[in-house]
């Protein structure tokens, strides 16, 4: 096999789709069955695993039909949306999904085995997490090994590809007390497509007449139908046995959720609370006091101060009317009216009206004294959500479960969960910092005792599975599985969880990954059967191993190893697929250590690897003495020493990429997941990789966030990833010399940049799409040496510059020339030539920070100089430190989902541009960028001093300078159509021709 075809080409469009549709599955996939940070979309895993995995057929045609059949065709759809204001616009949106589980799957496993002699390829994901890579390895037919330092991600990965895969084809009569169950049976049947009269023959050949059945009911018609069996799958063994927990804990913890006036409860609402440092009340940290807030429905929490004025009186108002105006009015009147204590200053005593700072609150924390009120319960009445206040006997409850803790946790491994919370150095974990250190205080002593409650029930059935005559294959898979249902109760059951006032329910705890500490948080009702019940937490872990069943994988039994990637080793593998961490992007093992402490307490006993596994308190982070561990850049591990940090991150991923180097066969490949939006960043690691001994041949920016996202697409992670294509360097490959290599890497891909152009592919994908084949000529080389500076060597970064030069001097040609040109503009300054690229891709909307970052190291400028020095962007997005934006609630995102600070940025308008020296240069300093130039063109013209406008003109030479009319020309088109911009510069523009000094055409692109 020579090129891969993800050598040549990519279906990035299709696949760019499908991953951030994929995003919106909630229910079914995979990555339900258990939280883990950063996972990577099935879809784009898929098309690069394939891409890499079949050779490039080697001629267009094949070529495309073969893309064709991996990414399908993008089809377009018109729909209509609803603006604001009622007005229906037609919108055309492109589509792309659905190819999940399609027939093609099959075609690709069957060519993927031919191409590797008819055998099963060895594929490697050494940085595994969640288990995206390696699982549609497996779904292709690979012997897929896994590899994750972290035992969290470690036991993911077995629950992911090991205990389906294993018990795959095996089916076993359901438990006695399932087959008992008039409900429980009755769920089944219904799920195998019986219904009515053919439902009531399955339930009463179990003689099951069902309580349901009313005498008025009709007697069962003499149907045929046959029995069907109830010998079950492991997705219905998992429903059955965390049905049977479900029954133990409730009859447990019946008595600490009491149902009031027949209304279930659904959650229970507190605040925190912290007495204040001049009156002495008790002041409850409230964000909001709104309860509901939908269009037809508004609830709010009032409050006063009580009588003897030592605390507040809290009610219920249902009410309320919406506020009069505009929009921005009626925010206004809404933020009044249900305006809670808490803001960015601090608490506002409601007795005494001091702010009691946050630094305030932050020492009371850590002396422990703040305390916790229940502000409201919502209860499930006959229409919908009722807000009521707590009753006293719910009041009473909620600190009763505390004297029941220790009789459930002496019956647990480790006993309550006192493990220290971890502080990494970017406070991800800040609740820490308001004495929040064990992870026993994430949770209300109710909460505690619903998890041990459910913690103990769930080892219990081992036991009673044994006696029933499952397995110890069977017991371990079972057992697992509701273990990740306890981890989903977790992410719902804790004091960080918010009240999400549209949806009326509780949100769950991972909006983004970090511990944060909630002022007000929702306790759900465990036993219930809304969000946050254990009920619909092992539903969803059942419905995700539906999926899995549905896809009938056949491949080769995986392997997961719990180890560190540095120190993996397994000769011939054939391709090694991997995403690894990014420096600090997300802190893995000191987040998830909130899972691993219960799954250590769940899982304990089920298998001496599992034990192994979870030995210690915590989950490892960094092994001084033999200098491996989680590869994240944590300075907190260095005393503080951020470059010692740095430097440990980037030699451990050296160490990761040359222990790939010797895993991988002589013709092998190795892909890498780059999602940083610092382009540095990607310098630093492209250098490791090619020290490592690789060879850099292609890369492929996959969108896998929502364009519309607009926070989690200027977050510290791309929305869009970048999967880097590497091979093995020959040994016997030679130093290479600089002016050689970038004469190479000019020639090379100078035809992919029209290949690329005319795929369609923009922006700043063009930019990450062209830099892998570029690096090709750089990489080929272990070193290249610099011909005019003996002794120098040409560093990955310098080479990049030069390539996105090239790049983006092509993109401004085509900007400049309508598309039509056939060469790259040269001369262009760096400041107009950032201008256009921005301009062309984002107007003058606010754009995500990533893209014009790697835009202005293209040009050789960075986003600051363009703020402040040239005066060109402006900032539009707050860079909010992460602990505010949690603590006021900002936080609504997703699950699964990457965050960092948000940040965005736009092209300044040319009458925001006001400095008095814009477009005349210092004698010193360098001509002022053309850009600056047309805009103090515009200055002069709006003035209506034409004299000015032509001495301007004629000291600057612009009548005869070719990229000015050019330019002028690229801006007339990308301003708005009747626009005041687009009619001065069309003025601007004839009256330089009118002067005949140059006509204002389009002239031939420079060489
Ligand atoms: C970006 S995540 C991988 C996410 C994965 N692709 C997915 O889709 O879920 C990076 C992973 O590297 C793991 N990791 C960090 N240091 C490691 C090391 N030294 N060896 C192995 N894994 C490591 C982390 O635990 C984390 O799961």
């Known amino acids: 096999m020579d090129e891969r075809l993800i050598e040549v080409a990519f279906p990035l469009k299709q696949t760019s789709l499908d991953s951030v549709h994929e995003k919106n599955v909630r229910h079914g996939h995979i990555s339900t069955l258990h939280i883990w940070p950063a996972r990577r979309p099935l879809a784009a895993c898929r098309a690069a695993l394939i891409a890499t995995l079949l050779p490039d057929p080697g001629n267009t045609e094949e070529r495309k039909e073969l893309l064709e059949r991996l990414g399908g065709r993008v089809v377009q759809r018109v729909k209509p949306k609803k603006l604001p204001g009622g007005r229906i616009e037609e919108q055309v949106t492109e589509e792309h999904w659905g190819r999940e589980s399609s027939e093609d799957l099959n075609w690709f496993r069957e060519k993927i085995c031919a191409a590797y002699g008819g055998r099963a390829p060895k594929v490697l994901d050494p940085f595994a997490g969640g288990g995206a890579i390696p699982l549609e390895a497996m779904r292709l037919g690979c012997e897929a090994t896994a590899v994750d330092i972290n035992p969290v991600a470690w036991f993911i990965l077995k629950c992911t590809l090991e205990y389906p895969q294993q018990l795959a084809n095996q089916r076993r009569p359901l438990p006695a007390f399932a087959c008992e169950s008039y409900e429980f049976m009755e769920s089944y049947f219904k799920a195998k497509g019986f219904k009515d009269a053919a439902l009531r023959v399955q339930l009463e050949s179990l003689g099951l007449n069902g309580h349901k059945q009313s005498s008025s009911q009709p007697q069962l018609p003499a149907i045929q139908t046959h029995v069907a069996s109830v010998e079950a799958d492991l997705a219905w063994h998992v429903r059955a046995w965390g049905w049977w927990v479900l029954q133990k804990a409730r009859a447990d913890l019946a008595r600490f959720y009491p149902t009031v006036d027949g209304k279930p409860t659904v959650a229970y609402l507190w605040a925190r609370t912290v007495t204040c440092k001049n009156c002495r009340a008790t002041i409850p940290l409230l964000k909001t006091r709104w309860l509901c807030k939908k269009e037809n429905k508004r609830v709010i929490l009032t409050m006063k101060p009580n009588e003897t004025r030592t605390g507040v009186d809290f009610g219920v108002r249902t009410d309320l009317q919406p506020g009069k105006g505009s929009l ?153 599985n509701l273990a990740c249902a306890i981890s989903r109760l977790l992410d719902y059951c804790n004091c960080g969880v918010q009240w999400k006032l549209d949806a009326t329910t509780i949100n769950h705890f991972f909006v983004r990954f970090a511990v944060p500490i909630s002022w007000d948080y929702a306790e759900g009702n465990t036993i219930g059967d809304s969000a946050g019940s254990y009920e619909l937490c092992y539903q969803r872990i059942c419905t995700a191993l539906d999926t899995y069943s549905t896809w009938g994988i056949s491949a080769p039994t995986p392997h997961i190893a719990n180890v560190s990637a540095v120190t993996w080793c397994d000769n011939h593998l054939d391709a090694i697929v991997t995403d690894p961490p990014y420096y600090d992007a997300i802190g893995y093992a000191v987040i998830m250590d909130f899972f691993y402490v219960w799954l250590r307490r769940t899982l304990y006993g089920l298998s001496a690897e599992i034990d192994a596994a979870f030995q210690q308190p915590l989950s490892p982070k960094w092994d001084k003495e033999h200098n491996d561990g989680e590869l994240i850049d944590d300075s907190s591990r260095f005393g503080g020493d951020k470059a010692k940090s740095k430097a440990v991150y980037e030699d451990g991923m050296f160490r990761a990429f040359q222990a790939c180097y010797k895993s991988l066969k002589t013709d092998g490949r190795l ?215 949690a603590a006021e609630g900002n936080a609504e995102k997703s699950e699964g989902e990457e965050e960092g600070t948000s940040s965005t940025v736009k092209l300044k308008q040319w009458y925001q541009r006001k400095n008095p020296s814009m477009g005349y240069e210092t004698l010193v300093g360098p001509p002022a960028p053309l850009i600056d130039q047309v805009h103090r063109l515009m200055h002069l013209w709006k003035a209506g001093d034409v004299t000015k406008v032509d001495d301007y003109l004629y000291t600057k030479g612009l009548g005869h300078n070719a990229l000015f009319h050019q330019l002028l020309q690229a801006l007339i088109e990308l301003a708005p159509a009747g626009s005041e911009e687009r009619a001065l510069l069309e003025s601007i523009s004839n009256h330089v021709a009118a002067r005949g000094v140059m006509p204002a055409y389009r002239l031939g692109l420079m060489e």
């Open 671 to 885: 892909v890498i997941v780059f999602a940083h939006k610092q382009p540095d960043a990607w310098g630093t690691l492209v250098s490791a990789i090619i020290r490592a001994g690789f060879v850099v041949d292609g890369s492929w920016p996959i969108q896998t966030e929502q364009v519309s996202r607009m926070r989690a697409q200027s977050s510290a992670a791309l929305a869009s990833s970048v999967w880097l294509v590497c091979k093995k360097r020959p040994e016997t490959a030679r130093p290479g010399w600089d002016n050689q290599v970038l004469q190479e890497m000019q020639s090379k891909i100078t035809q992919r940049l029209h290949d690329f152009w005319d795929a369609g592919i923009r922006g700043p994908d063009f930019v990450w799409a062209a830099t892998g084949p570029a690096l090709e000529a750089y990489s080929e080389h272990p070193v290249v040496k610099k011909s005019n500076e003996p002794g120098k060597v040409m560093s990955v970064s310098e080479f990049l510059r030069h390539v996105r030069r090239m790049v983006v001097d092509f993109v401004v040609g085509r900007v400049l020339s309508h598309n039509g040109g056939q060469d790259a503009v040269s001369g262009l300054d760096d400041v107009t030539t950032y201008y256009l690229l921005h301009r062309y891709d984002f107007g003058m909307e606010s754009a995500p920070i990533g893209p014009c970052i790697l835009y202005a190291v293209s040009c050789g400028l960075s986003d600051a100089a363009l703020t402040s020095r040239y005066d060109l962007l402006a900032r539009t997005g707050g860079q909010t430190p992460v602990e505010e934006e």
């Open 328 to 480: 921005a009015e009626r925010l206004e009147f809404d933020k009044q009216v249900g305006g809670g204590t808490m803001s960015r200053s601090g608490a506002t005593c409601p007795c005494c009206g001091t702010i009691n700072t946050k630094e305030d609150i932050q020492q009371e924390g850590l002396k422990g004294c703040l305390g916790a009120v229940m502000t409201a319960v919502v209860v499930e009445g006959a229409n919908g959500k009722e807000y009521r206040l707590p009753t006293t006997e719910e009041n009473r409850l909620a600190p009763e479960a505390e004297s029941e803790l220790n009789e459930v946790f002496t019956q647990i491994p480790f006993g309550l969960p006192k493990e220290t919370l971890t502080l990494d150095a970017k406070g991800n974990t800040w609740c820490v910092l308001y004495g929040v250190d064990t992870f026993q205080k994430l949770f209300t002593p109710r909460q505690l005792l619903a998890l041990g409650c459910f913690v103990k029930y769930t080892r219990a059935l081992r036991n009673v599975m044994k006696s029933e005559g499952y397995s110890d294959e069977w017991i371990e898979a079972v057992g697992a």
